[in-house]
């Protein structure tokens, strides 16, 4: 027999509940079919609450949803206790289920169901529990502890879900009478509450039922109205698992049949719905923000799934009410969202707040009850919007603001932001004041001059936005506004503006003019870029092509105006870069393309218009280039072309801004075509007397690139005897080699990839008298180092007057330059240089042309002294340092100078002039020594040569540094494990006058010194060293004067390191009073062995004694009391082997534990470690709860004193 409880939540002890009076049995056989005993299960639907009565008198509770298996020996139902008002009654339908309903008595009846006859219904008891009918589940069960005994955590509870498939719940609610709603008295809310206590300290937590104050008055959703309780038996069966089987129908006891079957049966429909919509879960909450909260719940159970659905078959739609309060659980609570989806965002919540959400489902016209309520905190955020501060005095030079802190929504306001545009009034804002105070003075104003500020928060989540932007006037008479200033020139990267005086300026005034200018690219703030008293200025190093905004402001003494009125003005556009090399395809015999990108750089113009230039051949010369194209697009076809023919193109790209240079030309050559005939070689210039100039014209067909071979047949050669002189693409060449007075003959042909083309007629031609024959070479006599004489002989020989001498001179061939033309036979060259050797030639000249040079002759030109000295110099150090004499900038001064040009001879050596002394080297650096410190000394160096000593070269005033800073010595001020503090003074005569650097240097493996600091401090610490070893120091001081010596080695030796904390040791209860406690393991340190000291507090000593040492992790206590307080912890302590010293950490946490009685070992582990968790506070937990509130209560005296004040 199944039974189904529907309770309502408002339960007035003892009336309103489940009662059962009767003694019940440990372990009851059980029978199935028709026997005496059956098992009944009540199943409490999710927010209601059902209450038994034990033995000695307590009450039991047990929170909907859950299923409790209970026995019946005799197979009755046992008494249903109902408050007055209502009745119950038993029913047994058509399928032999019987229901007991619990419904008021006056009104409310169930449509399908009258009125019962009796209030109570008297069943042969007895009625308990069986724990064989407990379905499997995570939750611990706990046995009966004595016979006729069963303890009130035997009850099971779990989420409902159908027992047989064709079983299907009801539940329905009613609306009660009006006394019947009202909530129980204070007293009677009291003595449930205090019934309900004892309850839960004798019942152990579970985790699939509540058992506390939910068992008195608890909401369940449905506001005044009362649910109905409904209770089913079929009879008997085994089917789903359960024992019994099935009996025959049964008629209705306790209420007269009913006719109307069609109403019954939906009223039973909507009651098995709504009890299937009462199973719904409380919502989850997740991505918590501040002002917001995804909300999301599990989809209703269908009622098709415990056997029976809808007549069509369809799915039933569902749809949910989203319910939201922020007043408590208890509290009131508004429709947020309705609708089928099965979650929501909310939206424009209160930050640090507590909400609590639940929500229901409605299917078929059918509303289930709300869900158990969900609570969240919404995050803390930034703090509200400030109010605008306000003015609380004003003078000519200053403005007092105060302002309200706003709601700082969760978190606690740490500082505040006060901003100023400094009077300029162009939206930018300046941080004026950040900290703690509510008001703050701002000085330096200018008088009647406007400023505008504004205020933000701050706490720990970040800043507030600013509040509304107020503007205050300081006193004082309002300036004159200054005029706006003037463009007169504007450049790609400068302007030229100019303004006017003001006239409110008395004649002897003179004012200094302020020009500032924004820059949209860098912000919207203005920037200064002139301070002066001149009227006009020039702005520079501006973008091109870019509009800058400038204003004006004058100031004196007295007065400052206010900024003028904008100007608004550009730079001009710079000229644009060239385009990219063109690139030429689709070649054809009489056109191809011509394609480019743009410039890396448009110079600012934007769109830029190309200019595409074209020019036959190779040539480059500015008259033979020619337009081919002008436009903004990036290609063109350039058609109308010669075949066979070489084009150079370029590009160049125009704008705004002017014309770009032109690209490097490209060439292109159209294809070629086959060559035709040639007209013959012609003679533009006469012949010479060895070489003749010959030219043709291109063959009549296209203009190709074609190949000409030049034919010449001699004075003496045969008809067919003919000899190649030309061959290439030029038409026009020039035969050399020929004898004077000869006749030749010429003949030119075409070719190309396609072949040779016919030969053109021959062209005679005779060559002409000659010039004169090559001069004899001249005579150099040297005169001096810087003169020659150059002398020659006519020459005769040629036949013909000679008209003129043409005399070349130079250091080599090639330098060979036109020194002399004239008829004289001799020259002086002068302006030569020393040692060095010249060369030279002779022409000679007639009316028929010039001879060919003479012989170069040689000569070279005699030594001299050296020059003068030049590029004397100070090194900072010595070029090569000598370890046996070592280099002090305070007694040595490292010279080093060009070498001179020498005049023919090598240099011998140097002579230095040190005032009145002389030294010499023989190199061009030396050092000299044994000065004196900080002195000043005059300095000259001149060369020597075989041939004498040249001049001194100017004078250089140097002067020595002063004496290098000694060595401090060098201390250990502290020692640590891993850490050593060194600290140093100052040793020697006298105090530095200038500001010491200390270079403090360790030797590191390798036993070399590196630098570990550098600076001016006299204390260094020394970090991530490795204990109990020894490093070397050493250190060094610098200033202006140099570097001095090195201290002598220090060595410092580190301590060893203690053992670390341990954590909490861990306390294991075993066998009788017998624990066993365990601790963490410390490997040893760097070889020493590490031993444990475990420590006990129990009872009521007020001192720990220790009960262990060792180096074991584990020791067990003995002959511990029960149900005693006991505190354990343990060090480690670490045996040195070198030095026998024993180190010791600092204790661990203390662990508190209590040995408990327990009727198993397993149990009794659960006991100290459930005592364990529900003790109170630590000693220390305590002390840090007593220094907080110590801590709070101060600042908050300090808060209201900052009020008061």
Not at 662 to 668: N, P
Not at 902 to 926: F, K, L, M, R
């Amino acid at each position: 027999m199944y039974v189904t409880m529907m309770m309502t939540d408002h339960m007035l002890e003892p009336l309103l509940q489940l009662n059962v009076e009767v003694p019940m049995m440990h372990h009851a056989p059980m029978m199935n079919g028709d026997a005496t005993q059956q098992v009944i299960l009540v199943q409490v639907n999710p927010g209601e609450t059902f209450t038994i009565r034990r033995e000695d008198g307590t009450l039991q509770c047990i929170q909907g949803p859950a299923e409790v298996p209970m026995m019946s020996p005799n197979g009755s139902i046992p008494p249903i206790h109902v408050p007055p008002g209502y009745i119950s009654q038993v029913l047994e339908d058509n399928t032999g289920v019987w229901r007991v309903v619990v419904t008021p008595h006056s009104e409310c009846y169930p449509p399908s169901y009258s009125p019962a006859l009796s209030p109570t219904h008297h069943l042969p008891p007895p009625y308990m529990t069986h724990p064989h009918f407990i379905p499997t589940s995570p939750a611990a069960y706990y046995p009966p502890a004595s016979h006729g005994d069963v303890g009130p955590h035997q009850y099971y509870q779990h989420r409902l879900a159908p027992i047989y498939p064709e079983e299907i719940l009801y539940n329905m609610t009613f609306l009660g009478r009006e006394e019947h709603c009202k909530p129980p008295p204070k007293k009677l809310k009291e003595r449930i509450g205090e019934r309900q206590g004892l309850s839960r300290v004798t019942t152990p937590p579970s985790s699939t039922y509540k058992s506390g104050p939910q068992c008195s008055a608890t909401p369940n959703g449905y506001g005044k109205g009362h649910a109905s309780a409904v209770a089913t038996s079929p009879g008997g069966g085994a089917s789903g698992g359960s024992p019994g089987t099935k009996r025959a129908e049964r008629k209705a006891r306790g209420s007269p049949k009913h006719t109307d079957g069609e109403q019954q049966e939906s009223d039973l429909d909507s009651r098995r719905e709504q009890d299937v919509l009462s199973g719904i879960d409380k919502p989850q909450v997740s991505k918590i923000q501040a002002r917001s909260a995804l909300v999301s719940w599990a989809r209703a159970p269908r009622a098709g799934a415990s056997g029976r659905g809808q007549a069509d078959g369809a799915p039933p739609t569902c749809s949910y009410e989203l319910l939201l309060a922020d007043k408590g659980s208890d509290g009131k609570y508004r429709v947020v969202y309705s609708g089928e989806e099965l979650q929501y965002t909310l939206t424009d919540l209160r930050p640090a707040t507590d909400y609590h959400v639940r929500v229901s489902a409605a299917c078929n016209s059918v509303k289930g009850p709300d869900s158990e309520a969900r609570t969240f905190t919404t995050h803390s955020a930034p703090p509200d919007i400030p109010l605008p501060p306000r003015l609380s005095h004003r003078t000519k030079s200053s403005l007092t603001l105060q302002w309200k802190p706003p709601v700082d929504n969760g978190s606690k306001i740490t500082s505040y932001i006060l901003e100023w545009d400094e009077g300029k009034k162009n939206g930018v804002f300046r941080e004026c004041y950040f900290g703690h105070q509510r008001h703050f003075k701002v000085m330096r104003l200018c008088p009647a001059v406007g400023y505008t500020f504004r205020v933000a928060a701050l706490n720990d989540i970040g800043p507030s936005r600013f509040s509304t932007e107020m503007v205050f006037h300081t006193t004082g008479s309002l300036p004159q506004m200054s005029v706006a200033p003037r463009l007169l020139r504007a450049g790609p990267s400068w302007l030229v503006l100019e303004w006017t005086r003001p006239s409110s300026c008395s004649p002897e005034e003179e004012p200094v003019y302020m020009l500032e200018m924004q820059d949209e690219s860098k912000g919207a703030e203005f920037h200064t870029v002139y301070s002066g008293t001149e009227l006009s200025s020039k702005v520079e190093d501006l973008s091109r092509s870019t509009q800058y905004k400038f204003r004006l402001s004058a100031c004196s003494a007295g007065w400052r105006s206010a900024p003028s009125s904008v100007l608004v003005c550009r730079t001009g556009a710079d000229r644009p870069g060239p385009p990219t090399a063109p690139a030429i395809s689709d070649v054809t015999p009489h056109s191809f393309r011509v394609t480019w990108d743009p410039p890396q750089d448009d110079g600012g113009c934007g769109d830029s218009t190309y200019l595409l230039e074209k020019s036959e051949g190779t040539s480059e010369a500015i008259g033979q280039w020619e337009v081919a194209y002008r436009g903004p697009l990036r290609e063109h076809v350039c058609d109308g072309l010669r075949a066979a023919t070489l084009y150079s193109v370029r590009v160049s790209a125009i704008g705004t801004g002017g014309h770009s240079q032109s690209t490097e030309s490209v060439l292109a050559c159209t294809l070629s075509l086959p060559p035709g005939p040639c007209h013959p070689p012609t003679i533009q210039v006469p012949a010479k007397h060895r070489e003749v100039n010959l030219q043709w014209e291109a063959c009549d067909g296209e203009n190709e690139s074609l190949l000409y071979s030049v034919e010449m047949r001699g004075p003496e050669q045969e008809e067919d005897d003919v000899t190649q002189v030309y061959h290439g693409t030029q038409t026009e060449c020039t035969v050399a080699s020929l004898l004077p007075g000869a006749t030749y003959r010429f003949r030119v042909c075409a070719a190309n990839d396609a072949g040779n083309g016919p030969y053109s007629d021959f062209l005679e031609v005779t060559t002409a008298a000659g010039p004169p024959g090559q001069c004899a070479a001249p005579v150099v006599s040297l005169t001096s180092h810087t003169c020659a004489v150059v002398s020659w002989e006519a020459d005769r020989s040629s036949g013909a007057d000679i008209s003129g001498y043409r005399l070349s001179w130079g250091q080599d061939q090639d330098s060979l330059e036109l020194v002399y033309s004239g008829t004289d036979t001799s020259y002086e060259v002068s302006d030569l240089e020393a040692a060095v050797s010249f060369c030279c030639r002779l022409q000679a000249v007639n009316q028929v042309g010039a001879s060919p040079y003479s012989e170069p002759v040689w000569c070279r030109t005699p030594a001299a002294p050296p020059d003068a000295v030049a590029g004397l110099r100070v090194r900072e150090a010595a070029p090569s340092p000598d370890r046996s004499e070592p280099f002090s900038p305070s007694t040595c001064l490292a010279l080093a100078w060009d070498e001179p040009r020498c005049n023919g001879q090598e240099i011998s050596h140097y002579t230095i002039a040190v005032g009145d002394d002389h030294v010499a080297s023989s190199t061009t650096c030396h050092v000299i020594r044994e000065l004196q410190p900080d002195t000043e000394y005059s300095v000259q160096v001149r060369a020597e040569n075989a041939a004498g000593a040249g001049p001194f070269g100017p004078c250089l005033r140097v002067r020595t540094r002063p004496l290098p800073p000694p060595a401090p010595r060098l201390e250990c001020a502290a020692v640590g494990p891993q850490s050593l503090r060194l600290r140093w003074g100052e040793s020697g005569k006298g105090p530095l006058t200038n500001q010491v650097t200390y270079i403090l240097q360790m030797e590191d493996r390798n036993q070399r010194f590196v630098p570990i600091y550098r600076g001016p401090s006299r204390t260094y610490r020394v970090q991530r060293l490795s204990e109990s070893s020894r490093y070397t120091f050493r250190i060094q001081a610098v200033s202006e004067a140099g570097e001095g010596l090195f201290s002598e080695t220090c060595s410092f030796s580190t301590t060893k390191s203690v053992p670390p904390t341990l954590k909490a040791p861990r306390v294991a209860q075993l066998e009788g009073n017998t624990c066993e406690v365990t601790w963490e393991n410390v490997p040893p340190m760097r070889g020493d062995r590490i031993s444990y000291v475990l420590q006990v507090l129990g009872g009521r000593e007020s001192e720990y004694r220790q009960v262990y040492k060792g180096e074991d992790t584990t020791f067990q206590l003995s002959g511990l009391q029960w149900n005693s307080d006991y505190r354990i912890r343990v060090l480690a302590c670490r045996r040195c082997l070198d030095t026998s010293q024993e180190l010791c950490g600092s204790f661990s946490p203390s662990t508190y534990f209590s040995p408990r009685r327990s009727p198993s070992a397993s149990a009794g582990g659960a006991a100290v470690a459930g005592a364990a968790s529900t003790r109170g506070l630590t000693d220390e937990q305590f002390a840090s709860l007593i220094v907080l509130g110590v801590a709070s209560f101060s600042i908050f005296i300090a808060y209201l004193l900052q009020l008061l004040i």
